[in-house]
């Protein structure tokens, strides 16, 4: 043992065997000793190397390189380092699946991104990056967003997801390595995306909140590409009172945040300013709005209709009826505005009390028709749109048949029929469920039973003034809604666009009419100004426009906020190259401009920011 010690010793402490890096030759020692040492100078044996023969040995030693891999340390320019590429000059797509308010989500992403500088592409496979916004509502649309995500990921492209699917399960294993904007930082995408686009995977799914109150969202105020200029969706509140054992998206938007009823208005108002004939109020239940705050919905309807102005109108999102029952009587005064569709989506889900309680859907039949009668009785002509939910577990044929008979009696103009999909994670997905075939069988009925009526043959004949917002999917006809939204095809006449006009009815389908505009009868523009451009950015101030039209340098503050932001990366030798591959901006509010530029710095892209008051 002693002699395996210092044999160690002189290894490692030894100055000719110590330098990292360096190979050296041991001569093999004797196996044993023939005799005891008397002495510890005595291991040393007289043919070993002296230390100053060591010393000489160690000069004609040389390290050894490894050869390191090319396949692995080798970047080709398809594959640029992540601190070289420079964000905001991408392609990107955006995919929005499910409900209005996801839809004005995606907007907001849209807007924020275009006004940073990304381009907003109609082709995904030109795009660099997809952003796939999700619902969670039923198994399909998840399948859908599954599959793009799949699709992306073959073909290489970078991913960002957002909705409610995300944000209510972000840890399912399709999920993993992606990065996720929840539902309440839509006004963060930016980063998101740069950082996504820099190969980085960044996770916000945080809530908003104000001393320690969560709030409805993003602020109204952000930038917004429109998907139709004509029509402004509003976000009035995020999240519901209830809790169905069926919804997902319960676990997505949360509990109820309302936004203020003055920035609802302000965002109506910029709306109208730039064009909007056409405002729809959405939520996952408007009914329940700004009962966290301490007011109502009627009270929120009334300050609306003070800023719409002459041609235009608004459209009411879908309410519950345990709100709507407590404001029948002014809801009923607001529905008869002449700047209000008399229209009003009331989701009953099934015409049994039995099934309603299973649901936890706070009302029973008696409820929802009382609504109905009152609302027909005080709203002539008024539109009622439902949704019904076939084979909700423990449905039972008797069940199913009161329901029938709901829909035969009030012969719903719109009816959305949804064959019930257990969603993972929810109380309904742990119920016996009800046969597929059974479920299958009973929506199809169902629908027979819609589709053997036709609510608009009456109208025939009849003139009516409609409002004018968009294209036909065939492309065919022009789509206008009569004041009680109910859909008229008009001729594809470049002049009617964005107007009301009066039209006389001479065909009707299941699900429109069919009118012409009546010569000598007086033509509204509704808007207020030019409509923005399909695929302009909204929320941007005029001094800011007509920067991004003049280029940025031209703004009076331009230089100076910019050499600031150039300073703070503290380049201490002004005599380096410093390349600026280019500056875009955005609004961040009404007063300021957020000036970004992107900075190549030694081969290393930085960007740097700084705000102009443009006031």
């Known amino acids: 043992m002693l002699y395996l010690f210092f044999f160690f010793f002189f290894f490692f402490f ?30 040393v044996s007289a043919q070993d190397p002296k230390p100053h023969d060591r010393q000489f040995v160690r000069k004609n030693v040389f390290p050894k390189v490894r050869k390191r891999s090319s396949q692995q340390n080798t970047q080709t320019d398809d ?39 990304y381009k907003i592409t109609d082709n995904s496979a030109e795009a660099d990056l997809w952003l796939l916004n999700s619902c969670t509502v039923k198994n399909p649309a998840e399948d859908h967003f599954r599959n793009s995500i799949k699709k992306a990921q073959e073909g290489n492209k970078k991913v960002v997801l957002a909705g409610c699917v995300p944000q209510a399960q ?38 908003k909140k104000d001393n320690g109150k969560r709030l409805g969202g993003a602020r109204l105020d952000l930038p917004k590409i429109r998907k139709n200029p004509l029509i402004e969706i509003i976000s009035i509140n995020t999240g519901c009172l209830n809790a169905c054992t069926y919804c997902k998206t319960k676990h997505a938007r949360g509990d109820l945040a309302s936004y203020p009823i003055e920035e609802l208005v302000d965002r109506a108002k910029q709306s109208f300013q730039e064009g909007v004939c056409e405002i729809w109020l959405t939520s996952e239940d408007t009914g329940a709005y700004g009962r966290d705050i301490g007011t109502d919905l009627p009270t929120l309807l009334w300050k609306l209709v003070e800023v719409i102005p002459e041609g235009a109108m608004l459209r009411l999102g879908m309410t519950n009826p345990p709100y709507i029952l407590e404001h029948l009587e002014e809801m009923a005064k607001i529905l008869n505005h002449p700047r209000v569709y008399a229209f009003l989506h009331i989701p009953v889900q099934s015409a049994s009390d039995s099934v309603l309680m299973d649901m936890k859907r706070e009302y029973c039949v008696a ?28 449905e039972t044929d008797e069940d199913f048949q009161e329901t029938m008979k709901l829909v035969e009696q009030y012969r719903f103009p719109s009816l959305f029929i949804n064959q019930f999909y257990p969603r993972p994670g929810t109380p309904a997905a742990k119920m016996h469920q009800v046969p597929a075939a059974v479920k299958k069988q009973r929506t199809k009925d169902l629908s027979q039973l819609f589709h053997s009526y ?22 065919n006809y022009y789509v206008a809604h009569n004041p009680f939204y109910e859909q008229v095809l008009v001729p594809k006449d ?122």
Not at 178 to 191: F, K, P, T, Y
């Open 14 to 43: 030894s100055p000719g065997l110590s330098s990292k890096g360096i190979s050296v030759v041991l001569k093999k020692m004797p196996a044993a000793c023939d005799s005891v040492l008397e002495d510890i100078e005595d291991i």
């Open 367 to 394: 409820d929802f028709k009382r609504v109905v009668d009152f609302l027909k009785e005080k709203v002539p002509g008024i539109t009622i749109a439902t949704d019904i939910i076939c084979g909700f577990p423990g």
């Open 494 to 615: 470049p002049v009617l666009m964005g107007k009301m006009v009066e039209v006389n009815i001479y065909e009707a389908g299941k699900h429109f009419m069919k009118g012409q505009p009546v010569s000598d009868a007086r033509v509204y523009t509704a808007s207020i100004t030019r409509p923005l451009a399909k695929g302009e950015v909204s929320g941007l101030t005029e001094i800011f426009r007509q920067t991004k039209e003049d280029s940025l340098e031209q703004h009076p503050t331009y230089h100076s906020s910019f050499n600031r932001a150039v300073d703070a990366l503290d380049i201490t030798d002004r005599n380096i190259p410093c390349a600026v591959h280019s500056q875009v901006s955005y609004c961040t509010g009404r007063d300021t401009i957020l000036v970004c530029a992107n900075v190549i710095f030694e081969d290393t892209a930085i960007t740097v920011r700084s705000l102009i008051n443009v006031f």
């Open 454 to 475: 036709n609510p608009y043959d009456h109208k025939v004949g009849e003139r009516q003034r409609v409002l004018v917002t968009e294209e036909s999917f065939d492309s």
């Open 79 to 117: 594959d640029p380092p992540s601190d070289s590429i420079i964000p905001g000059v991408q392609k990107i797509w955006i995919r929005t699946w499910g409900c209005s308010h996801n839809n004005s989500d995606g907007e907001y992403m849209a807007g924020q991104l275009a006004a940073y500088g």
């Open 170 to 207: 972000p840890r399912q294993d399709y999920l993993k390595g992606l990065s996720i904007i929840g539902v309440q930082q839509i006004d963060r995408v930016v980063e998101v995306v740069e950082e996504t686009i820099k190969g980085h995977s960044v996770r916000l799914l945080g809530q």
